[in-house]
């Protein structure tokens, strides 16, 4: 069946990088964009990035800029989300996410990764 | 960026009864809009996109409404597996794609 799965939760201190992963399957992976959007404890779902798995281009929400690096491997259908420079404030789920189709505009997301919980304290 | 308002922060409806959620956007996101139910511990679940079409497997009682700046997600007569999270999200104006800051739907 179609679906993203994502590695295992983290621990980092403060000033670490952490990078997640994201597989797909039962699908075509290059047909789909893939974005990242986060959810800190108790709190809503904030968006992070996209990425064009077919022409490896990216997008990233401003406040994320130079601290977020998505990247695609297509041999193995896995899309890489890296956060550099952590704070306390990047504690949170990751979800990586597929959107329906990307005709023109962005669309909505139809498949979710489980999520990967990223803590970060010294 | 587009801010999207959801109301009301927590709607208590009891089992049988229909429920109704609203979502205003900043400005026109058209009918680029899509709504989400997010259970405790759990990724969140596609609803309807395109403002009214619902995602494959979504029962019926579950529609969308809307255009342009506001919008309202209707469950027409709630099941005890409906008391959840519902977020809202605009993907019209991009960087960045925003959600609603959630309606929690609780049982009354």
């Known amino acids: 069946q179609v679906q993203l799965v994502q590695s295992g939760a983290e621990v980092k201190r403060p000033g670490a990088s952490v990078k997640v992963s994201c597989k797909a399957s039962?699908?075509?992976?290059?047909?789909?964009?893939i974005h990242w959007v986060r959810q800190a404890p108790g709190q809503g779902l904030e968006w992070m990035g996209i990425?064009?798995?077919?022409?490896?281009?990216?997008s990233y929400a401003q406040k994320f800029q130079g601290r977020v690096t998505m990247t695609t491997d297509a041999s193995t259908s896995t899309v890489y989300m890296e956060v550099s420079r952590l704070r306390s404030e990047d504690t949170a789920v990751y979800y990586c996410a597929r959107e329906i189709k990307h005709v023109g505009n962005a669309d909505a997301f139809d498949i979710w990764g489980q999520g990967t919980m990223v803590t970060v304290s010294s | 960026e587009i801010v999207m308002t959801q109301s009301p922060a927590t709607l208590s409806v009891s089992p049988g009864e229909r429920a109704t959620l609203s979502c205003r956007a900043s400005?026109?996101?058209?009918?680029?809009l899509a709504w989400y139910q997010q259970k405790p511990g759990q990724a969140p679940r596609l609803l309807v996109y395109g403002a009214s079409t619902r995602a494959t497997g979504i029962p019926a009682r579950f529609s969308g409404s809307g255009s342009g700046t506001e919008f309202t997600l209707t469950i027409s007569s709630l099941q005890s597996e409906d008391f959840a999270l519902y977020y809202c999200?605009?993907?019209?104006?991009?960087?960045?794609?925003?959600f609603g800051q959630g309606t929690r739907l609780e049982i009354k």
């Open positions: 990425i064009n798995v077919s022409a490896y281009s990216t």
């Open positions: 400005q026109s996101v058209y009918s680029n």
């Open positions: 999200q605009q993907y019209n104006n991009w960087p960045p794609i925003t």
């Open positions: 039962g699908y075509t992976f290059t047909s789909h964009y």
